[in-house]
């Protein structure tokens, strides 16, 4: 990131006012879009980075395959516990994935995607989920293709925006699906997903009489999602720990937005 030359910093200013330009039409987009268009991405964007000290990235030209994959590795919230582009830094348990490409084979890649890794009884910290039974196989190899191609930045990734300044619940229904929620609980938290060899043999629904009878507290609510659930080996799904990951904040307005629901 250092400046070493006076020609390099003009040639960096103009790149540098349109990447300020676009996050202010991020912003401003996002503000006018607010709840009910989060699967829609903003088409102008064109670089990865969005937050402070960020420069535009390249646009680097990927196959299909390893697209799919960076798009995939956002939906699942990979981005949320690794890092954007698997830079890490966003809690200490999680490691960076920029150079597993290189350390791992293509087999144990998608074994830790498919079985996760690290969960115990009563963990205190994130652990690596277990997706076999919610992510298809095209999709795992995807992930892996973007994982072993270094986690290029793909246009067009940027995960979901909370709107700030709007209340608690349209954050949290931004946040429920920026972390991937949805991707187990359903839309609206309808459930179905399947977890086949779970005794319910489907992901819970996050809605609902049965759910709300169970979970009467927002103590018992914020207490599962901070510490997850794990209800058994994979390929059992569980629910993930997000202590570290989600702050108090956040998990207040996951549960907002999840008392509106049916
Ligand atoms: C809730 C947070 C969380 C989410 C979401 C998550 N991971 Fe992880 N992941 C972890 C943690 C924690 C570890 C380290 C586990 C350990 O070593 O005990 C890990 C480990 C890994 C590893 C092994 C890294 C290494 O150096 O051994 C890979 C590969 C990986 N994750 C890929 C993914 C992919 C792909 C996704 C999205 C489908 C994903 N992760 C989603 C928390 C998460
Ligand atoms: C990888 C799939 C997965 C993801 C992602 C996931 N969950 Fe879960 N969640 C589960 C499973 C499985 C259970 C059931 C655990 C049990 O029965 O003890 C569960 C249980 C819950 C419960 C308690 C409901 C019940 O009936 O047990 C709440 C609340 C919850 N999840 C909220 C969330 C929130 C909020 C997010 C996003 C930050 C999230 N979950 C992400 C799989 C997931």
């Known amino acids: 990131m250092a400046d070493d030359g006076r020609s390099r910093r003009e040639a960096r200013i103009l790149p540098a ?32 980075a969005t937050g402070p000290g960020a420069t535009p990235a390249p646009t680097t030209r990927v196959s299909p395959q390893v697209a799919a994959g960076a798009h995939t590795f956002v939906q699942f919230a990979c981005a949320q516990c690794h890092g954007l582009d698997g830079r890490g830094g966003v809690d200490p348990a999680v490691p960076a994935l ?14 830790i995607i498919d079985h996760g890794l690290g969960a115990s009884a009563n963990p205190k910290q994130p652990y690596m989920p277990v997706w076999g039974e919610v992510i298809s196989k095209t999709q795992v190899a995807d992930l892996v293709a973007y994982i072993r191609a270094g986690l290029p930045a793909v246009t067009g990734t940027q995960p979901v925006s909370v709107p700030a300044g709007q209340g608690a619940a349209v954050a949290g229904a931004a946040l429920y699906v920026r972390y991937g929620c949805v991707n187990c609980h359903g839309p609206n938290g309808l459930g ?27 103590a018992k609510i914020a207490a599962v999602i901070r510490s997850g659930s794990v209800i058994g080996r994979a ?17 207040a307005e996951l549960i907002a937005y999840l008392k509106t629901l049916k």
């Open 235 to 251: 390929p059992i799904v569980s629910m993930p720990h997000w202590g570290g990951i989600l702050s108090k904040q956040q998990i």
């Open 17 to 48: 006012l349109i990447g300020a330009g676009i996050a202010v039409a991020i912003a401003v987009g996002v503000l006018a879009y607010a709840a009910g268009h989060y699967g829609e991405r903003t088409k102008t964007v064109t670089t990865q």
């Open 98 to 111: 920029k150079s597993v490409g290189q350390t791992l084979t293509i087999a144990q890649l998608k074994h």
């Open 192 to 218: 179905g997903v399947p977890n086949p060899l779970s005794a319910d043999k489907t992901i819970p629904p996050l809605s609902g009489g049965d759910f709300r009878g169970e979970f009467n507290t927002d």
